[in-house]
């Protein structure tokens, strides 16, 4: 990329990014003009070595990989790489945490799907995907009544409901 510099400006939480659309827009736009990135529809995993893990990960890489879904672990990556990676993306999936937030530079018309815990769900992505024009879909971990969820904030995707996500989004 050009420019050698990075501005952060305080911390804002994804609903509160929604009432700065214009910056959200420009940001998005800025460094997509900046990376040279492949546009042939690349579906990522974005994979998570450390907190909020996919309890059930093997499944969830075998039902994505019918979609041609490619893993991934953006911090083998540079922020540029990140930036072209997810540029370039027709869909990125994973488990909710920082990786998401690559949903900032991916073009309109894309989609976004997230995985959360029943115990933590933080849909801080909606206002963004919202603002950029991205398809985005919600996959909350079941929880029956009268149990308690066994992964605490780790992720146990539901592989029939991720399916028929699969088949909503990528047709």
């Not at 950029?132 to 879909?137: D, Q, T």
């Amino acid at each position: 990329m050009e420019g050698k510099e990075l501005f952060v400006t305080d911390r804002f939480t994804g609903h509160q990014l929604a009432r700065y659309p214009y910056t959200i827009s420009t940001i998005n736009d800025t460094l997509r003009k900046r990376v040279a990135f492949c546009d042939g529809g690349k579906r990522l995993y974005i994979a998570r070595r450390a907190t909020r893990k996919v309890s059930n990960e093997t499944e969830v890489l075998s039902t994505l990989s019918k979609y041609n879904f490619q893993l991934i672990y953006l911090e083998d990556h540079t922020i540029e790489e990140q930036v072209r990676m997810a540029a370039g993306a027709e869909c990125i999936a994973g488990p909710h945490g920082a990786g998401m937030t690559s949903a900032m530079f991916m073009k309109p018309g894309s989609t976004l799907i997230e995985f959360f815990s029943p115990i933590y769900i933080n849909p801080c992505m909606t206002a963004v995907c919202d603002i950029l024009r991205i398809r985005y879909f919600m996959m909350a971990s079941r929880m029956y009544l009268g149990s308690t969820y066994p992964h605490g904030t780790d992720i146990e995707v539901d592989i029939p409901t991720l399916k028929i996500t699969l088949r909503t989004a990528l047709g």
